[in-house]
């Protein structure tokens, strides 16, 4: 080998112990230990209104005009509908005929009254005559004062036609139509009030591990958002326990929607690695450890990613025992 030759290898050499020496120095090691981490359960939730309001018919009749439809939203006591029932103005017609007779009787009882009280004086008539009269006239009274109750009735009758919003929300179901029958008392739209909330249905034999107040992972379309379990029901159903948990700024445009959501039901401890610890050729996932006799690449088998304090985690199933050292890039 000629001396050129030579000092091309002497630094190529250096070099490349160079990179090595770089690739050392930008890489880190980690000592691996258990540790906790929660078990999840996957469940669906499904959005739900926390009030669901019906709007109902306080009179019998045709339902005349409906002026919702599903999806609008309402402010309390705003109409929703209006029933009409032509029995109503017939009543007060009525009503109004028999208040012209009795305010005639009442004219000719009052004139008796005042005619026998002449004759009293005069001496022709009796008192007794007078009081008899006078008793006439305020049974009439009374007639009339009772049938203006009626017609009052009557009239608070034809306002009640209004179906009003009990709350302020949305409409979500309007099961009658224009031009129906309805009854006093039957349903004309069904509102939701009171914001939405996420309801659970988990299995029995989770129900000792759920706690009120715990953290809740639940996966929308936008990411993973964060809930709290606020309330489980004391009562199993058909071998599931019902719980809500509340969501901040739960998308409520579709009420009844169904979204995955996971349940801590348990702890555990694994291996958890960065990862960009662990490289995957032909299949198989490696890790390098440092030995005393030097760095070594050992084959593992991985769990999938985990969150573990807000980062994405490897667990590592084994190939790994506590206490080595990996070399993380």
């Known amino acids: 080998m ?3 030759s030579a000092a091309l290898a002497a630094v190529c050499a250096g070099g490349l112990m160079l990179a090595a020496l770089s ?24 959005v739900e209104a926390r009030d669901e309001v019906p709007a109902r018919a306080r009179i019998g009749g045709t339902l005349a005009a409906l002026e919702v439809e599903e ?14 029932d032509e029995k109503i103005a017939f009543r007060a017609a009525a009503i109004d005929a028999r208040l012209r007779a009795l305010e005639s009787q009442l004219a000719n009882a009052e004139a008796e009254l005042a005619r026998a009280e002449t004759l009293v004086e005069r001496g022709v008539a009796t008192r007794q005559r007078v009081e008899q009269l006078g008793t006439a006239a305020e049974v ?3 007639q009339i004062s009772a049938a203006r109750a009626e017609r009052s009735v009557v009239v608070q009758q034809g306002e009640e036609g209004a179906v009003l919003a009990p709350a302020a929300g949305r409409i979500l179901k309007v099961p009658a139509t224009t031009g129906t029958v309805v ?8 509102l939701g009030s009171g914001g939405t909330f996420l309801r659970l249905s988990v299995p029995e034999r989770h129900a000792a591990r759920l706690t009120e107040g715990a953290r ?14 606020a309330k489980v029901y004391p009562t199993i159903e058909n071998g599931r326990v019902v719980a809500d948990v509340e969501v ?19 702890e555990r401890f694994a291996l958890l690695l960065p990862p960009a ?19 070594v690449e050992r084959t593992v088998l991985t769990g999938g990613l985990l969150r573990h304090d807000g980062e994405s985690q490897v667990e590592i199933l084994t190939g790994l025992a506590p206490g080595d050292e990996v070399i993380v890039p």
């Open 2 to 4: 000629t001396s050129r």
């Open 183 to 190: 009854l006093p008392g039957e349903t004309v739209a069904l």
């Open 277 to 295: 610890a662990v490289s995957t050729r032909g299949g198989l996932d490696f890790v390098r450890v440092a030995t005393r006799g030097g760095e």
């Open 71 to 84: 999806g609008d939203t309402v402010a309390a006591g705003a109409r929703i509908a209006t029933v009409t």
């Open 140 to 142: 009439v009274r009374n």
């Open 248 to 266: 901040p700024g739960l998308d409520a445009r579709f009420v009844n929607a169904r979204l995955l959501v996971r349940l801590p039901v348990g």
């Open 216 to 229: 809740i992972e639940i996966e929308t379309g936008e990411g993973i958002a964060t809930g709290r379990l």
């Open 23 to 46: 690739a050392s120095a930008l890489a880190a090691s980690l000592v691996v230990e258990p540790r906790m981490v929660t078990e999840w359960k996957a469940v669906f939730g499904q």
